[in-house]
């Protein structure tokens, strides 16, 4: 496991071959985003016919949140769906519906090995958020030519799966793996591969994670507990999937991939440091694979995590919130990398986008780097609601190109430098139905540092919560009104979470502590002097 889990200093390079990811996204009919100027805009087709023109495209009607693009090796559109209908790269409909819900998040198309036009579309079969198989449609496809409905809705997998599945390049250079999560009681741990080669779709393989899914309660018997996303880094070699809907036993599984052999091999980390597991939803790796976001859909919550370190505890205390969520009602869901090796993340308004006048897709500006640096910007794009197109929680899936896959790690674990803290003599100690502040030596203006001393109190906490090992500890996080209200509740946000970081990398279960900021809303004195606001800058801690 060690193995994977290495600090990158330095961007690797890799072999790509001569194709290109899509230059344009599309999210249904006509709608969609330009990158052929490299920074994308919104873009809205002219031509084209449909048989059902706008009849998905209305917030009434179904949404376009499952969607695929497959492009040429130019990176020019050859065909793109939205779970129902597939399109030319000129918005000519194929006489073809594909059966696919609405609500599934994620399908994928991919060019069959060693055949000059043939593709392969892959959607789930179901009905609302469950999963009980999958489909592929298979097409022919050629720049400047009609293309040709082969098969359609040819189910080859039946069973209860999740939502979640990747699209894997093999590392033979030529083939693919389709990589899907049993949700069967069963069988609810497996990820189940299949080898995508010329004759198409193939061996089936099946190996196991550690994540069990929960099987379904008995007031709701069908009800499988199938959301969720599932991606793979940019080496090809470590999967990572969320599991949504779970309550606190809510994860990110990140699991090392045999790329050879289509497995899971073991387990990398389960990270679990939500503000509400039961929330976590969208997941993408940084270009360089040294960060992991993960997006909390409906606590409207961005979260950025170091994955370089070599142990579980230390990756989920590495957690930097970007988005903390204004009340605007709105959802963050999937994430997706642009040609411009820039992330993009879909908001969900929930009908809002009409008061609003957009639908809005947030940008990660600078992907590789932590925290501010990473230039997050929530409204970035704005898809007007004139076009009538509801993204949901959903962004198009893109098609996958073969390098040179590195199957042995590039450096070693960097080693943790150990400080040595000089001894204090505060105390801190807490029970059930205690509320209590923490020294106010710990923040300065403006910061959300720990200081060395008060990491020896937090020692005692820690020491308290390991020998009571059902208290829960809420940890919130206040301000002075010294700045913007909206920055202050961020900066409130990231002093709570800043101890429960720490806590968490002592060895405490994430499922044990709530961490949540109030900024300058609720002082403790009224703020009229350095005296009084040193007072509001404070982190209370309450057993429950």
Same mark, same amino acid.
């Given at each position: 496991?060690?193995?994977?889990?290495?600090?990158?200093?330095?961007?690797?390079?890799?072999?790509?071959?001569?194709?290109?990811?899509?230059?344009?996204?599309?999210?249904?009919?006509?709608?969609?985003?330009?990158?052929?100027?490299?920074?994308?805009?919104?873009?809205?087709?002219?031509?084209?016919?449909?048989?059902?023109?706008?009849?998905?495209?209305?917030?009434?009607?179904?949404?376009?949140?499952?969607?695929?693009?497959?492009?040429?090796?130019?990176?020019?559109?050859?065909?793109?769906?939205?779970?129902?209908?597939?399109?030319?790269?000129?918005?000519?409909?194929?006489?073809?519906?594909?059966?696919?819900?609405?609500?599934?998040?994620?399908?994928?198309?991919?060019?069959?090995?060693?055949?000059?036009?043939? &593709?392969?579309?892959?959607?789930?079969?179901?009905?609302?958020?469950?999963?009980?198989?999958?489909?592929?449609?298979?097409?022919?496809?050629?720049?400047?030519?009609?293309?040709?409905?082969?098969?359609?809705?040819?189910?080859?997998?039946?069973?209860?799966?999740?939502?979640?599945?990747?699209?894997?390049?093999?590392? !033979?250079?030529?083939? &693919?793996?389709?990589?899907?999560?049993?949700?069967?009681?069963?069988?609810?741990?497996?990820?189940?591969?299949?080898?995508?080669?010329?004759?198409?779709?193939?061996?089936?393989?099946?190996?196991?994670?550690?994540?069990?899914?929960?099987?379904?309660?008995?007031?709701?018997?069908?009800?499988?507990?199938?959301?969720?996303?599932?991606?793979?880094?940019?080496?090809?070699?470590?999967?990572?999937?969320?599991?949504?809907?779970?309550?606190?036993?809510?994860?990110?599984?990140?699991?090392?991939?045999?790329?050879?052999?289509?497995?899971?091999?073991?387990?990398?980390?389960?990270?679990?440091?939500?503000?509400?597991?039961?929330?976590?939803?969208?997941?993408?790796?940084?270009?360089?694979?040294?960060?992991?976001?993960?997006?909390?859909?409906?606590?409207?919550?961005?979260?950025?995590?170091?994955? &370089?370190?070599?142990?579980?505890?230390?990756?989920?205390?590495?957690?930097?919130?970007?988005?903390?969520?204004?009340?605007?009602?709105?959802?963050?869901?999937?994430?997706?990398?642009?040609?411009?090796?820039?992330?993009?993340?879909?908001?969900?308004?929930?009908?809002?986008? &009409?008061?609003?006048?957009?639908?809005?897709?947030?940008?990660?500006?600078?992907?590789?780097?932590?925290?501010?640096?990473?230039?997050?910007?929530?409204?970035?794009?704005?898809?007007?609601?004139?076009?009538?197109?509801?993204?949901?929680?959903?962004?198009?899936?893109?098609?996958?190109?073969?390098?040179?896959?590195?199957?042995?790690?590039?450096?070693?674990?960097?080693?943790?430098?150990?400080?040595?803290?000089?001894?204090?003599?505060?105390?801190?100690?807490?029970?059930?139905?205690?509320?209590?502040?923490?020294?106010?030596?710990?923040?300065?203006?403006?910061?959300?540092?720990?200081?060395?001393?008060?990491?020896?109190?937090?020692?005692?906490?820690?020491?308290?919560?390991?020998?009571?090992?059902?208290?829960?500890?809420?940890?919130?996080?206040?301000?002075?009104?010294?700045?913007?209200?909206?920055?202050?509740?961020?900066?409130?946000?990231?002093?709570?979470?800043?101890?429960?970081?720490?806590?968490?990398?002592?060895?405490?279960?994430?499922?044990?502590?709530?961490?949540?900021?109030?900024?300058?809303?609720?002082?403790?004195?009224? !703020?009229?002097?350095?005296?009084?606001?040193?007072?509001?800058?404070?982190?209370?801690?309450?057993?429950?």
């Amino acid at each position: 496991m060690n193995k994977l889990l290495i600090a990158f200093v330095l961007l690797y390079s890799m072999s790509l071959t001569a194709q290109k990811m899509p230059n344009k996204w599309y999210f249904g009919f006509k709608t969609g985003l330009n990158f052929t100027k490299g920074n994308p805009y919104i873009i809205r087709g002219a031509s084209g016919t449909t048989r059902q023109a706008g009849i998905q495209n209305e917030y009434s009607g179904l949404e376009n949140e499952l969607g695929v693009v497959m492009s040429d090796e130019d990176g020019d559109v050859l065909f793109y769906a939205d779970g129902s209908r597939i399109w030319d790269g000129d918005y000519h409909e194929l006489d073809v519906l594909l059966r696919s819900s609405s609500s599934h998040a994620q399908m994928h198309a991919v060019k069959i090995p060693q055949q000059e036009s043939e &593709y392969l579309v892959i959607h789930p079969k179901g009905i609302h958020d469950n999963v009980i198989g999958w489909y592929f449609t298979k097409i022919s496809a050629e720049k400047g030519e009609d293309i040709i409905v082969r098969e359609e809705n040819k189910t080859f997998v039946e069973g209860n799966f999740m939502q979640a599945s990747a699209i894997i390049p093999h590392c !033979n250079g030529i083939d &693919y793996w389709l990589v899907l999560h049993d949700a069967s009681p069963k069988h609810s741990n497996q990820y189940v591969s299949f080898l995508i080669d010329s004759s198409g779709i193939s061996q089936k393989v099946v190996s196991e994670g550690v994540y069990k899914v929960p099987a379904p309660g008995k007031a709701a018997p069908d009800d499988y507990k199938s959301i969720g996303i599932m991606t793979v880094n940019n080496r090809y070699n470590v999967i990572a999937t969320t599991f949504n809907s779970n309550g606190e036993e809510g994860v990110c599984e990140l699991m090392e991939f045999d790329n050879e052999n289509g497995v899971v091999v073991k387990k990398v980390a389960h990270i679990n440091n939500f503000s509400d597991p039961n929330d976590v939803y969208g997941v993408a790796f940084s270009p360089n694979d040294s960060l992991l976001y993960l997006t909390e859909s409906e606590g409207e919550k961005l979260n950025q995590y170091a994955i &370089y370190y070599p142990k579980e505890s230390k990756i989920n205390a590495s957690r930097m919130t970007l988005n903390f969520g204004k009340g605007t009602s709105a959802r963050l869901g999937q994430i997706q990398l642009g040609p411009n090796n820039k992330l993009y993340v879909s908001l969900d308004f929930n009908g809002r986008a &009409y008061d609003l006048g957009c639908n809005f897709i947030g940008e990660i500006g600078q992907p590789n780097s932590r925290g501010a640096a990473a230039k997050w910007k929530p409204e970035k794009l704005c898809v007007p609601v004139e076009y009538k197109m509801h993204l949901g929680l959903g962004l198009p899936s893109l098609p996958k190109f073969h390098i040179d896959c590195p199957q042995e790690l590039l450096v070693e674990p960097i080693e943790e430098k150990m400080v040595v803290l000089e001894d204090v003599e505060l105390k801190l100690n807490v029970s059930v139905g205690d509320t209590i502040v923490l020294p106010k030596i710990i923040f300065s203006s403006n910061s959300f540092t720990l200081s060395d001393s008060v990491k020896l109190v937090l020692g005692d906490l820690v020491n308290t919560m390991e020998q009571n090992n059902d208290l829960k500890i809420k940890i919130h996080g206040h301000t002075d009104d010294i700045g913007e209200f909206k920055t202050n509740l961020s900066l409130s946000e990231n002093r709570a979470l800043s101890v429960k970081n720490f806590l968490i990398e002592k060895g405490i279960n994430s499922n044990r502590l709530v961490s949540k900021g109030f900024g300058e809303s609720r002082p403790k004195v009224p !703020n009229v002097n350095i005296e009084s606001r040193s007072i509001n800058r404070r982190v209370e801690f309450i057993g429950f």
